[in-house]
């Protein structure tokens, strides 16, 4: 009859599925995050060289147009 119970114990807990939804979309957040600051971290340095060619260029024509 122990034994019995022990199973019937561990069959119900490996067919529980309770938390199993939380930790699915923990585990979507964590991905989700995690590519968003891949993308925010290349995005600035893309916007950091555009910020530095444009400045360059302004500078070239301020010089240009003063001559």
Known sequence: MFMGNILQFAYGFWRQESGQDL????LLLAFVSLCSA?????????VSKIWSTTNT???TAVIKAGS
């Open 23 to 26: 930790i699915e979309y923990t």
């Open 57 to 59: 260029t302004l500078s």
């Open 38 to 46: 891949l993308l925010f971290t290349s995005a600035g340095s893309n």
